[in-house]
């Protein structure tokens, strides 16, 4: 009898993390409101009553994503950036353990998707809106934003750089060539897939404060 009960749980969580897998790659392609139950099962190839038999609607899966995918991601984002007390190294940590994941799993390529919806989808002013900026995404937002004001702070900011709005600029960067990356992951090819941490960092930070930091973390 508890054999035969922990191949049903065993069946179940697997039926279960298929149907979140299935609807982060639909969320994907479609995004996240555009998506429906329909596109899920048919990604999957489940029946609709199997899909109820474990969230209620569409919206529940997405709340499940937003606050224990999204943050298991921060969790992981937020201890990257921990991982050294200089800034430039914190950031330089982040991407390439990021690149690293995917290469490692690349079906986390669709689950950091979703977190960079989430995060781009409350924006930048979520972080003075108290109803939003306790969620995983801004969180990581708010750590990378005070990483960068260090890193300015230091003076190790090229001086070419665009100071105005310098903060927004590098995240909209960073963000785009991690969107970039995953993408491509996507694309069935993450053997492919290359996310050019030194070139990234290379564009906004001065080439003897990065030489200094590598020199300094290793």
């Known amino acids: ?21 299935g609807a982060n790659k639909v969320f994907c392609k479609t995004g996240i409101k555009a998506a429906t139950v329909d596109d899920i099962c048919e990604e999957i190839g489940c029946s609709h009553g199997l899909f109820y ?16 995918q999204n943050k298991a991601i921060a ?13 430039i190294m914190k950031i330089k940590n982040l991407l390439l353990d990021v690149e690293n994941t995917i290469k490692e799993d690349p079906t986390t390529a ?8 989430c995060a ?19 969180k990581v937002i708010k750590e990378i934003k005070s990483t960068i004001k260090a ?9 070419n750089f665009p100071k105005k709005d310098y903060i927004n600029t590098i995240i909209s960067a960073v963000a785009g060539n991690v969107l970039s990356f995953v993408i491509a992951s996507n694309a069935l090819s993450p053997h492919l897939a290359s996310l050019n941490v030194d070139l990234l960092m290379s564009l906004f930070i ?6 200094d930091a590598e020199k300094e973390s290793n």
């Open 110 to 117: 669709y689950k950091l998707y979703f977190f960079l919806n």
């Open 151 to 159: 890193i300015e702070k230091a003076g190790y900011i090229k001086d």
């Open 1 to 21: 009898m508890e054999k035969t009960e922990r191949k049903v749980t065993k069946k179940a969580a697997k039926r279960r993390l298929n149907i979140i897998l």
């Open 206 to 211: 001065k080439e003897d404060a990065l030489q």
């Open 120 to 138: 781009s989808e409350n924006g930048i002013g979520a972080l003075t809106d108290p109803t939003k900026n306790k969620t995983p995404e801004i």
């Open 75 to 87: 969790d992981r984002a937020l201890a990257a950036l921990a991982s050294s007390n200089n800034p």
């Open 53 to 68: 038999h474990y969230y209620t609607d569409k919206s529940e899966l997405v709340e499940y994503l937003r606050t224990v």
